[in-house]
């Protein structure tokens, strides 16, 4: 029994996942940091109010902290944005260049009844025996 715990937490797979969270962790700690310390002031600059997170409304004694809601999205999209950028970008660039364009053969034709692939000096093709002309 502890060899088969052994072997799944030592698959691929869970590893992979483990550094992913730890590493999503930390990103999110400096995407914090930068709505924080960045974002927010930059706004601020702007729309005159230091933070978002101080501001509420109050309809019949209830208090709505919709600030904070404002500072989450915030984060959200910087998240979101960066991730896309620099990783979703490189990646699919990375893996439009790894393709390789396979070369075209020059013995082959396609028949034009079933669109198969026969020499070019078939007379009929092998496939729907349609005859070549």
Do not use: W
């Amino acid at each position: 029994m502890l060899k088969d715990f052994k072997q799944f937490l030592l698959r691929g797979n869970v590893v992979d996942l483990a550094i992913g969270v730890v590493v999503g962790a930390s990103f999110g700690t400096i995407v914090t940091a930068l709505v924080n310390d960045l974002i927010n002031p930059l706004i601020s600059m702007i729309a005159k109010i230091p933070d978002f997170s101080n501001l509420s409304i109050t309809i019949n004694d209830s208090k709505f902290l919709y600030g904070h809601f404002v500072n989450t999205v915030i984060s959200f999209i910087l998240v979101a944005s960066a991730i896309f950028f620099f990783v979703v970008k490189p990646m699919n660039l990375l893996i439009k260049s790894s393709k390789k364009k396979v070369p075209l053969d020059d013995t082959k034709m396609k028949c034009k009844e079933c669109l198969s692939e026969i020499p070019k000096g078939a007379k009929r093709c092998a496939f729907c025996t349609h005859i070549i002309t």
